[in-house]
């Protein structure tokens, strides 16, 4: 949930030598935004599984041609490393999009990797 920036600051040193600052953090745009963000957040899952189809894509065509040939091992198998640690710090900070999308991801990814070996 995100909160807006505005903040009410009350300074108030009354009869003590000591001054007190008071902060507070509205709520006034915080709907605003949280709603452009339910939106936002919708948007990019959509986004990123279909930017992630590039692996199916290439593994389908693989299977169906039954040729590899061109397809870079090491290629994919670095993706898939990239893959697995964008999944682990979506877990790690609790991330909905990244998780989501990064399990799909990998496993087009290791289903690229499979029909590269399937057909070597």
């Not at 065509?61 to 290629?75: H, L, P, Y």
Request: charged residues 20%; positive net charge.
């Amino acid at each position: 949930m995100i909160q807006s920036n505005k903040k009410i600051i009350n300074y108030d040193k009354g009869d003590n030598s000591n001054a007190q600052l008071d902060v507070k953090i509205t709520n006034e745009e915080g709907e605003g935004k949280s709603k452009f963000l339910k939106y936002y957040e919708k948007y990019m899952l959509l986004m990123g599984i279909g930017g992630q189809s590039l692996f199916y894509l290439q593994a389908f065509k693989i299977f169906f041609t039954r040729n590899a040939q061109g397809v870079s091992v090491s290629g994919f198998t670095i993706a898939l490393i990239s893959l697995v640690s964008w999944l682990i710090y979506g877990v790690l900070i609790k991330d909905k999009i990244l998780i989501r999308v990064n399990i799909v991801a990998v496993v087009g990814a290791v289903l690229t990797l499979i029909a590269i070996f399937w057909v070597s």
